[in-house]
């Protein structure tokens, strides 16, 4: 009878222990392959949410879920979903993604309170091109007996 207490004690703590969530809630800051990128991320319960930053912009997680030390979340962007999988080790959080195919994996730092985040933004034609102020198309007077000047 005693042992089956203690049995069954031990298999209560080792599945507390077992179901208990990362603490992965904050801000993390790193590299995923060549990109810079920046999570913000909140745990209530077994459940992730939180925002993605890249270069090319930010926008929510989905499907996100803790289990133990590990978390997996997709991230939707342009008509493209990437699952996201991730491990924490301590402070750091190794995070790999499939992206066209391609295993890319890196590591991330949880960033102090008060400590800025800046993803610089992947450089687009329309941040260099400038369509305005459009030229006024000055038409001339007509002169008699010359050829019309052209109107632009």
């Not at 790193?30 to 930010?58: H, Q, R």
């Not at 080790?89 to 991330?108: D, M, P, R, Y």
């Not at 800025?116 to 006024?136: D, G, L, S």
């Amino acid at each position: 009878m005693k042992i089956k207490f203690i049995l069954s004690t031990a298999m209560m703590l080792l599945a507390a222990s077992l179901s208990h969530a990362a603490d992965v809630s904050g801000r993390w800051l790193g590299k995923l392959g060549s990109n810079d990128l920046a999570l913000n991320l909140k745990v209530e319960g077994k459940k992730l949410t939180g925002t993605l930053y890249t270069p090319d912009g930010d926008g929510p997680i989905s499907n996100g879920k803790v289990s133990g030390n590990t978390i997996s979340f997709t991230y939707s962007t342009n008509g493209v979903t990437t699952p996201y999988a991730g491990t924490l080790n301590g402070e750091s959080l190794e995070l790999g993604a499939v992206i066209q195919g391609k295993e890319t994996k890196g590591t991330f730092s949880r960033v102090p309170d008060g400590q800025a985040v800046r993803i610089t933004p992947r450089m687009r034609p329309q941040m260099t091109e400038y369509w305005e102020p459009v030229p006024k198309i000055v038409t001339p007077a007509p002169y008699p007996e010359l050829v019309p000047a052209p109107s632009d």
